[in-house]
Structures are given as structure tokens and as C-alpha cells.
């Protein structure tokens, strides 16, 4: 595989089933269309299609249908000849004029506008294109990618969506799991993303403490890897501030960025480091979205953490500050794995 294909990281049967499906049809010289909810990579699956293609010493180019306007996108795509519109005072090659010989990758390909799919129908069929305002028929070479998070069959169904252009983009589809079908592939991914944050800030990363891989693990992440990434972001770097020799333990807090004590609904702001402040907090079932059992092994661990925290991992002293006898602490630790994922322990 070329060393400029994006790192991809999971290790869910769901989520290697569909790299699995990546490599088999990335060979193949055809459209594909990336089927996904927000945040679960499709971007990446279209550069891992594209290095992993007879193309992939050719140009791969993006263009993010939804962020442009119906004439704007023609222009994008298609290039515009010298005074095709107000403003257009000189030729410019499109997007499938730079893509020649490699990869166009159209994200949110829902988006585009029937005049628009009826130009793409057209060079997806036989690689035949004008530019806005000319008359010369161009030729281009490229292999076209289309990304959305929609249904496109109900889109056909009511009108909005060609068929026959449906029929041409989807040789092959990739369907990408959301992150709550990945299992624990949401604390492999934050521990990717705290790291680099640590690195970002020019300091070591303690690793994520074993109540905070539980409580991401447990989380149903509506925003998929984009917002894991982001509540991992925040909690590293808050954590390496505060306490950068501790592990990061998981603060409810930063799930909302936008959370105040101003707001009009939120109760009276904490005064003080007792139990209702953010650090101290358990994380809830609002928060993460899981049930009653899977709600204890996390408390357990939060408890635990903030013990060998306050002891600096002695065994002996932790069991204590627990009201538990040292064999209940060893119990606890084997039951949550903690000699396996939570770093150095003193046995004392």
C-alpha cells in the first residue's frame, strides 16, 4: 500500500469487514458510491479506494457538492469558459480536468442539483464533458467516488435524484458502520486522537484512565469518529494542564462545548471541588447512553481510578481509602482488567 493512504483505526469485526470490502473493490476500475452516517470517514474510504487503485500515482481531488451553489458547482466540477458568467473573466479548468488520470471524490453528492447530475450521468458514461459556457466537447479520464449520508434510493423514489445516474455511480456501495456498531473501537480511536494532542503540546500522554475508556466505549456518539475525536481532544488537553502525570479520567463536561451555567435552564453554577463539580461527576446514563449494568462497571471504575489516583497506585493504601480489604481491591482489579489496561500498579 502506498505510505500516503490514510491511517484507518479499528479493530470491530463491522469495521474490518468494511475494509475488507474496500480492498476487494478498490482494484476495479468503476464507480463507487460511500454509503455512511456524519463522521464515520467517508473521505478516508475514498483516498483508501484511491491508493489502493491502479491509479494511485494519479491525482486524487475533493469536492464537497453541498458547499457550493448550483452554479458555482458547475463551474467546480466542469471548469467555465471567459465570460461564462459575471465575474468569469478568464478560462479555469474544473475539478474532473484536474482529476485526469486519477480519482474525483464527490462528498454529499446528494446535494447536487438536477442539471448537475444530468452533466455527471454523462461523463461517468462515456467520460465526455463542456465546460460552462463553451460548445467544445472534452474528454477526461477519471474514476469517480460519490459520498452521502442519505437514502438515494427515496430520493429516486420521490424525483429529486436520478435513477439512471444511481444505476452508473453504484457499481458497488460501501456501507460504513456507525461508531456504536464498532464496539471498542471509540477508546482505540480516542487513544489515537489524545496522543496527538499530547504531542500537539509538546508533552507525554498519561493514557486514558480505565472509568474513561469505559464511559467512551459505552457512549453512543451521534457525531461517530469527528465527535469522538473532539470530546478525546478536549479531555487530553485538559488533563495534561491540570494533572499531566495522572491518567486522563472521563469529565461529562466535554461532551457539551456549548454547556454554560448562564443558560436559563442550567441550575446554579458549582462553587467549590465538592461532588457536584464537573471533575468529580459520574458519568450518567444521559451521558453515555447505556443501561444499568454497563452504568455499575463504570461507576466501579470511576471509584477505583480516583482512589489509585489519590494514592499514586498503591495497592494498599487505595483499598483503604475504599473501605475494602486488600483482597475486595484485587478482586475489583482483576473483574475490570486493570493489571492489563491501566498501567503500573504497586503491589503493596
Given amino acids: 500500500m502506498d505510505d500516503r493512504a490514510p491511517q484507518l483505526i479499528g479493530e470491530s ?30 473521505e478516508l474510504i475514498g483516498e ?21 451553489s448550483e452554479e458555482l458547482l ?13 465575474g468569469a473573466t478568464e478560462r479555469r479548468a474544473g475539478r474532473f480536468e484536474l482529476a485526469d488520470g486519477g480519482t474525483l471524490f464527490l462528498d454529499e453528492i446528494a446535494t447536487a ?48 435524484f436520478r435513477a439512471d445516474l444511481l444505476d452508473r455511480l453504484a457499481f458497488d456501495v460501501i456501507t460504513l458502520p456507525p461508531l456504536r456498531a464498532r464496539g471498542q473501537d471509540a477508546s482505540l480511536l480516542a487513544d489515537f486522537f ?23 466505549d459505552a457512549g453512543r456518539w451521534p457525531g461517530n469518529v469527528r465527535e469522538v475525536r473532539n470530546v478525546a481532544e478536549r479531555l487530553a488537553h485538559r488533563a495534561i494542564i491540570e494533572m499531566p502525570d495522572q491518567p486522563v479520567q472521563f469529565d461529562p463536561s466535554v461532551l457539551d462545548p456549548f454547556a454554560s451555567p448562564f443558560r436559563p435552564e442550567a441550575g446554579p453554577a458549582p462553587t467549590d471541588k465538592g461532588e457536584n463539580s464537573p471533575d468529580e461527576r459520574i458519568p450518567s446514563a444521559s451521558d453515555t447512553g447505556q443501561g444499568f449494568t ?27 481509602v475504599l473501605g475494602l480489604t486488600y483482597y475486595q481491591l484485587r478482586g475489583l482489579l482483576k473483574k475490570h482488567q486493570y493489571g492489563k489496561r491501566a498501567g503500573k500498579l504497586q503491589n503493596h
Fill in 13 to 42: 469485526p463491522a469495521w474490518l469487514a468494511a475494509l475488507e470490502h474496500v480492498s476487494r473493490v478498490a482494484p476495479l476500475d468503476r464507480p463507487l458510491l460511500v454509503i455512511g452516517e456524519r463522521g464515520t470517514g467517508k
Fill in 48 to 68: 483508501r479506494l484511491h491508493f489502493l487503485s491502479r491509479r494511485w500515482e494519479g491525482p486524487f481531488v475533493r469536492v464537497n457538492c453541498a458547499a457550493l
Fill in 74 to 86: 458547475d463551474s467546480e466540477l466542469f471548469g467555465h469558459e471567459r465570460g461564462a458568467f459575471t
Fill in 113 to 160: 442539483s438536477s442539471r448537475v447530475q444530468e452533466k455527471l450521468l454523462r461523463i461517468v458514461e462515456y467520460g465526455e464533458y463542456q465546460r460552462l459556457g463553451g460548445e467544445k466537447v472534452l474528454k477526461t479520464d477519471v474514476r469517480v467516488l460519490a459520498a452521502t449520508n442519505v437514502d438515494l434510493p427515496s430520493l429516486v423514489a420521490r424525483g429529486t
Fill in 194 to 216: 489524545g496522543r496527538r494532542m499530547a504531542r500537539e503540546m509538546g508533552q507525554d500522554f498519561p493514557g486514558f484512565a480505565p472509568s474513561a475508556i469505559a464511559a467512551i
Fill in 294 to 320: 454497563e452504568q455499575v462497571e463504570i461507576y466501579e471504575k470511576v471509584l477505583l481510578d480516583r482512589a489509585l489516583a489519590r494514592t499514586g497506585g498503591h495497592q494498599g493504601k487505595t483499598a483503604e
